[in-house]
């Protein structure tokens, strides 16, 4: 077949990209350098940025959001570290996101570490708002970020961000871009957890979501295939389409070592790429996100260079 009768999945498409190299929301620093390696990695002959314009897309690298850094070290009893630098800077990628939405473009987001996707789902959130339309959203994800400051026994926002986005603790992360929820339940899908703490489970089961969450069990009963088609059945219920967030650590620790929160018993290779070759078949996700790849963690590169591969799959490379 020639390239001219070739189907480029990304034809008459616009992607902006854009870095939220924060890493402060976690215990484990590093993931906030995971936004330069991922976008400057060279894999397969070319960088990130290559590969998606191969893939037909027009893109636009955006830059990096600015971030807002603490000067001090958060006290170990905080059970909100860093919460005013955190929320200052999500206020920066939520305008930023919707500025590439306004742009008539699908974000690609970069993320630090997973307290950024209260930013990031915000500006999504805040976007189709305005549109009249809600939005769902498929969680990727070893835990379930679904903690408040109440629940949690760390006081580190990135085990935070999906309860607040659901409209759970503390207000003014609740309340950013001035409304709440950012996201109705019936629209969320969580799939791949496999640690979670006891509130988090609490919290799932009074939400009537123990159906929107597809655990590694699940995945292992029945399979990543009829997980995913599931939760894409799910999220996509909201008349806005959904938006999707991958954190690394969904991935088992042998196939993605560079990421600070490793959980034995997660997702391999290949599932994690078929998930998002599923859900970029549905043609119904409004943006991507990437987070908690730590380049300081890994090892040879490899999950750095697989944080870019899923990327692709997520914009609809496929293997043939």
């Given at each position: 077949?020639?390239?001219?009768?070739?189907?480029?999945?990304?034809?008459?498409?616009?992607?902006?990209?854009?870095?939220?190299?924060?890493?402060f929301?976690?215990?484990?620093?590093?993931?906030?350098?995971?936004?330069?390696?991922?976008?400057?990695?060279?894999?397969?002959?070319?960088?990130?940025?290559?590969?998606?314009?191969?893939?037909?897309?027009?893109?636009?690298?955006?830059?990096?959001?600015?971030?807002?850094?603490?000067?001090?070290?958060?006290?170990?009893?905080?059970?909100?570290?860093?919460?005013?630098?955190?929320?200052?800077?999500?206020?920066?990628?939520a305008?930023?996101?919707?500025?590439?939405?306004?742009?008539?473009?699908?974000?690609?987001?970069?993320?630090?570490?997973?307290?950024?996707?209260?930013?990031?789902?915000?500006?999504?959130?805040?976007?189709?708002r305005?549109?009249?339309?809600?939005?769902?959203?498929?969680?990727?994800?070893?835990?379930?970020?679904?903690?408040?400051?109440?629940?949690s026994?760390?006081?580190?926002?990135?085990?935070?961000?999906?309860?607040?986005?659901?409209?759970?603790?503390?207000?003014?992360?609740?309340?950013?871009?001035?409304?709440?929820?950012?996201?109705?339940?019936k629209?969320?899908?969580?799939?791949?957890?496999?640690?979670l703490?006891?509130?988090?489970?609490?919290?799932?089961?009074?939400?009537?979501?123990?159906?929107?969450?597809?655990?590694?069990?699940?995945?292992?009963?029945?399979?990543?295939?009829?997980c995913?088609?599931?939760?894409?059945?799910?999220?996509?219920?909201?008349?806005?389409?959904?938006?999707?967030?991958?954190?690394?650590?969904?991935?088992?620790?042998?196939?993605?070592p560079?990421?600070?929160?490793?959980?034995?018993?997660?997702?391999?290779y290949?599932?994690?790429?078929?998930?998002?070759?599923?859900?970029a078949?549905?043609?119904?996700?409004?943006?991507?996100?990437?987070?908690?790849?730590?380049?300081?963690?890994?090892?040879?590169?490899?999950?750095?260079?697989?944080?870019?591969?899923?990327?692709?799959?997520?914009?609809?490379?496929?293997?043939?």
């Amino acid at each position: 077949m020639s390239l001219e009768n070739y189907d480029f999945p990304g034809k008459g498409k616009k992607v902006g990209i854009i870095g939220v190299p924060l890493g402060f929301g976690a215990e484990q620093k590093g993931s906030e350098l995971g936004v330069t390696a991922m976008r400057l990695a060279e894999f397969r002959g070319s960088s990130l940025i290559g590969h998606i314009a191969e893939l037909g897309y027009q893109v636009r690298d955006y830059g990096d959001v600015e971030i807002v850094k603490p000067d001090y070290v958060a006290e170990k009893e905080d059970n909100l570290k860093y919460l005013s630098e955190i929320l200052a800077s999500s206020n920066n990628s939520a305008n930023s996101v919707k500025q590439i939405l306004q742009d008539d473009a699908f974000p690609v987001i970069l993320g630090g570490d997973h307290s950024v996707a209260l930013g990031t789902f915000s500006g999504v959130s805040s976007y189709f708002r305005e549109q009249e339309k809600e939005i769902g959203l498929i969680w990727l994800d070893a835990h379930a970020d679904i903690n408040t400051h109440e629940t949690s026994g760390s006081g580190n926002i990135h085990g935070m961000p999906l309860a607040a986005l659901l409209g759970y603790g503390d207000p003014s992360m609740v309340n950013l871009e001035g409304f709440a929820p950012k996201l109705n339940p019936k629209f969320c899908a969580h799939v791949g957890a496999r640690d979670l703490d006891l509130g988090e489970k609490r919290r799932i089961r009074e939400l009537g979501m123990r159906g929107n969450f597809f655990t590694m069990s699940d995945i292992d009963r029945h399979g990543m295939l009829a997980c995913v088609e599931d939760a894409v059945k799910i999220a996509s219920q909201a008349s806005g389409g959904f938006a999707v967030t991958f954190d690394v650590d969904i991935i088992d620790p042998r196939f993605a070592p560079g990421s600070g929160t490793l959980v034995r018993g997660g997702i391999t290779y290949r599932e994690a790429h078929l998930a998002l070759e599923i859900i970029a078949e549905r043609g119904e996700m409004r943006s991507f996100e990437m987070v908690e790849v730590n380049p300081l963690l890994d090892k040879s590169n490899i999950t750095v260079e697989l944080a870019g591969e899923l990327v692709l799959s997520a914009l609809g490379k496929t293997i043939l």
